[in-house]
């Protein structure tokens, strides 16, 4: 799905005049046309098949005990005020008779959040990407995130993080979940 562009430049326009500002003005007239292009970008994700980043069978066959991804930096925006939230998505999952690419799940993560998002949901839709690309036996996702909404206005802690845990199948398990979670927590 295309962003409408040239829609987006002209509600921007309405919106700076709407906030009793002259969107012709020299530093702004440039400023609908930057935001049609930065939200081409952040809302890339709208209408695609996260799972479908998953969908190769160069691994059937292959198994593993475990796969761990750590730190895969993403950034999203809140659907509730269209401001930023940025973070870390931790992906694991116990392979049924297959594994994939460890590039695709990074594309999986950035696909969902390239969508207006709230964090909960972001961190369900990794899990059943997981679920629904590569029918594993288990599957945990934790995602560690700093909002713009929660920093910038209401009550500004600007130093608070939220965390979200999202887990299918065996990793629902509560040992096999603690495990992970040491993992994740494990620094090199």
């Known amino acids: 799905m295309a962003i409408d562009r040239a829609r987006v430049a002209a509600a921007v326009r309405e919106l700076l005049a709407a906030i009793g500002d002259d969107p012709a003005r020299p530093g702004?007239?440039?400023?609908?046309?930057?935001?049609?292009?930065?939200?081409?970008?952040?809302?890339?994700?709208v209408g695609e098949d996260a799972s479908a980043h998953l969908d190769?069978?160069?691994?059937?066959g292959e198994r593993g005990?475990?796969?761990?991804?750590?730190?895969?930096?993403?950034?999203?925006?809140?659907?509730?005020?269209?401001?930023?939230?940025?973070?870390?998505?931790?992906?694991?999952?116990?392979?049924?008779?297959?594994?994939?690419g460890l590039g695709r799940i990074?594309?999986?993560?950035?696909?969902?959040?390239s969508r207006p998002q709230i964090q909960e949901r972001l961190t369900d839709e990794i899990?059943?990407?997981?679920?629904?690309?590569l029918?594993?036996?288990?599957?945990?996702?934790?995602?560690?995130a700093v909002h713009g909404c929660?920093?910038?206005?209401?009550?500004?802690?600007?130093?608070?993080?939220?965390?979200t845990?999202?887990?299918?199948?065996?990793?629902?398990?509560p040992i096999e979940r603690a495990e992970i979670m040491a993992l994740i927590g494990e620094r090199r």
Request: negative net charge.
């Open 28 to 45: 702004l007239a440039e400023t609908p046309r930057r935001v049609a292009e930065a939200y081409a970008e952040y809302f890339a994700g």
């Open 56 to 60: 190769t069978s160069d691994l059937t």
């Open 65 to 100: 005990e475990m796969v761990l991804l750590r730190d895969i930096e993403f950034r999203s925006m809140c659907e509730h005020h269209l401001l930023p939230f940025t973070g870390i998505a931790h992906v694991a999952y116990l392979p049924g008779d297959r594994i994939v």
């Open 106 to 113: 990074p594309r999986v993560v950035e696909t969902i959040a």
């Open 127 to 133: 899990a059943d990407a997981l679920v629904a690309g």
């Open 135 to 144: 029918d594993p036996e288990g599957v945990l996702v934790v995602v560690d």
């Open 150 to 163: 929660v920093g910038a206005r209401g009550s500004r802690q600007v130093n608070s993080s939220t965390v």
């Open 165 to 173: 845990v999202a887990s299918r199948g065996r990793l629902a398990e």
